[in-house]
């Protein structure tokens, strides 16, 4: 017990990582309760529904932009370890799980929160909890002050390191393979890898390298295909666990009230 309160106090307390440590538990426990409370309205179960303002359905990343806002501004305005501090680190923290919950919406400027566009949401939320993980228990590699030419010689070649790795993350990203981007922040072989393999059909190196090389778009076209043929039922069940079953296309018979829901700009939120 006593080496947890050590390592408590060493790597959270004294560092003054406590905010970031409340601000993470709260965005991920507000993005996971909006999640549960979006599929019960959709389903139409429990007390919940959905929320207007003058005929106008209110999406959650509006009270989140301004809880977002007043956590900021105010862990700005009042630095400290205080109270004060932990209080603003929990309302920003609020405010981003809402936020990144209709990540999706920003990105399409539509309301896609049920649709496979939507599912991108569930893709930056763990993305954004797996950086700030790191910021959590990472360290600085120039947080020390009077190092020797000894200390600086192996900063400089951790620093080099970092910057490569995140150019492969990079390269991963715009290969179209976030999960691959996001395990490769945290283990480089994984970056290294989503990197030297073929970009996926539509993601921005398909676009823009590959109309060079034609034959290396149709090799990925190709391995797409046969990727989904293995695994695309088992990925789209745990999308669909997570993220939510998305709606009818247009044009299914089933599309009905749903149609009707989205004219109206609700998103079950």
């Known amino acids: ?20 440590l409340l601000a993470l538990l709260a965005f991920v426990v507000t993005f996971v309760v909006t999640r549960c409370i979006t599929r019960m309205i959709r389903a139409g179960k ?35 370890r205080g109270w004060i501090a932990a209080g603003t680190a929990i309302v920003f923290g609020i405010g981003v799980g809402l936020v990144m919950d209709e990540f999706a ?92 393999r073929l970009a996926r059909p539509g993601s921005f190196w398909d676009r823009h390298v590959y109309r060079f090389r034609p034959r290396a778009a149709a090799r990925a076209r190709r391995r797409e295909e046969k990727h989904v043929r293995r695994w695309g039922r088992l990925e789209q069940k745990v999308d669909d666990l997570v993220a939510g079953t998305p709606a009818p296309p247009p044009g299914d018979g089933k599309e009905g009230a749903g149609k009707a829901k989205d004219d109206q700009g609700g998103d079950g939120s």
């Open 1 to 20: 017990m006593g080496s947890v309160v050590d390592w408590w106090e060493r790597n959270i307390v004294e560092p003054g990582k406590l905010p970031l």
């Open 46 to 80: 429990g007390p919940f529904h959905d929320l207007s303002a003058g005929g106008r359905h209110l999406h959650h990343v509006v009270p989140g932009v301004i809880l977002m806002c007043v956590g900021g501004f105010g862990g700005v305005a009042a630095p400290g």
């Open 105 to 196: 919406l920003i990105l399409y400027l539509h309301d896609v929160y049920w649709s496979e566009q939507g599912q991108k949401s569930v893709e930056a939320v763990v993305l954004t909890a797996a950086l700030c993980t790191i910021l959590l228990f990472g360290f600085l590699p120039l947080g020390v002050a009077g190092a020797g030419p000894e200390t600086w010689l192996d900063r400089g070649s951790l620093i080099v390191t970092l910057v490569i790795n995140f150019l492969l993350a990079l390269v991963a990203l715009m290969k179209g393979k976030v999960r691959t981007t996001v395990f490769g922040i945290l283990v480089p072989l994984v970056a290294l890898v989503g990197a030297v």
